[in-house]
């Protein structure tokens, strides 16, 4: 009986116990941060229910007495702070959610962050970057991205472990000329002579096409692989490509620092602008469905949230610097 009640934590406090377990088990903690942590411990019986299982799950440990060590020599691979208690938080929430219906749709996401240590190319949150490649292939790589280049003497090899590039080839001085192919978790897009992005959500990947034309090849499905020409834009899993629509130009407005709004729900609008920056952000959701239209900068969010405040009857609460939720005014 124990146990089916404490699988009613809500998901949103769940993903907060993982936060904290994250910070304590990254390799450096802040004093103001213990103290939020305390805080947060005592603002609420669920916090406190949910932090006991943080803690089983952890062998019983008082993660919040121990000095802290990395998990695994996993973790020692990632130089970054920021990095490891990504992987930590992922780790913990698959781990917190085992038997719940969130378990399976999480996998793929540690598995990519796991897969994804040891890559060539990545930027951390709100950040972006241009790289040029050694044939002259240039790159633009979104906020939270990481991407290996494995070329060889029979390919030029793109790996989207997460995130969101836009691709620019450049013919190949090797002869005969080598494909350039980007893959994702669902199969391969092989370019032909092009300029295009590919996104990595959870369990599909999008294409969208803005010069030349790409070939697209479902991981277990190679008989359906399909040619999306210019204009073009389109979603597909291991098993199918959905219909390719219309190309949307200002979904790679990231390019130049930007997010543009043209009558987006406010839910959706947060969940996008909640990839640049760290820690959570939530809508509630009596007014999720507001409409968003304008020009935001992603490269100052908290400039972002002020404006939507302005344009919208709603308002920016901070319960912690990481934790955000716009609500009703």
Partial sequence: MQRRHEQEIPYA???????????????????????????WLAADAGHRQAWA?????????????????????????????????????????AALTVGAGWQVARQESVQALVAGLGASH????????????????????????????????????????????????????VYPPRPLIVHSGQGAMR????????????????LEVSEGRVQVTPREAPALARVVAAGEQTSFTRHAIAASGALDP?????????????????AQF?????????????CDPAIAGLRVVGAFPLRDTGQALAMLAAALPVQVRFTLPWWVTVAPK
């Fill in 122 to 173: 990545r930027t951390g949150v709100g950040e972006s970057r241009q790289v040029v490649l050694a044939d002259g292939t240039r790159l633009w790589l979104d906020t939270d991205t990481v991407l290996d280049a494995r070329y060889d003497d029979r390919q030029r090899l793109l790996v989207l472990h997460q995130g969101v590039i836009l691709v620019e080839t450049h013919a190949d001085d």
């Fill in 250 to 266: 200002v979904r790679q407005a990231w390019t130049r620092g930007m997010l543009i709004a043209q009558d987006m729900p406010l």
């Fill in 13 to 39: 406090t769940l993903e907060q116990a993982a936060e904290w377990f994250a910070v304590f088990r990254s390799g450096r903690v802040e004093d103001d941060e213990r103290r939020r942590w305390q805080d």
């Fill in 53 to 93: 299982r943080v803690e089983a799950i952890s062998d019983g440990v008082a993660i919040a007495r121990e000095a802290p060590q990395a998990a695994s020599a996993a973790l020692h691979a990632a130089s970054q702070v920021s990095q490891r208690r990504k992987l930590l938080k992922a780790m913990a929430l």
């Fill in 191 to 206: 370019a032909l002579g092009t300029r295009f992005a590919v996104r990595q959500f959870d369990g599909h990947t999008q």
């Fill in 270 to 282: 947060l969940a996008e602008l909640s990839r640049y920056r760290p820690g959570h952000l939530g």
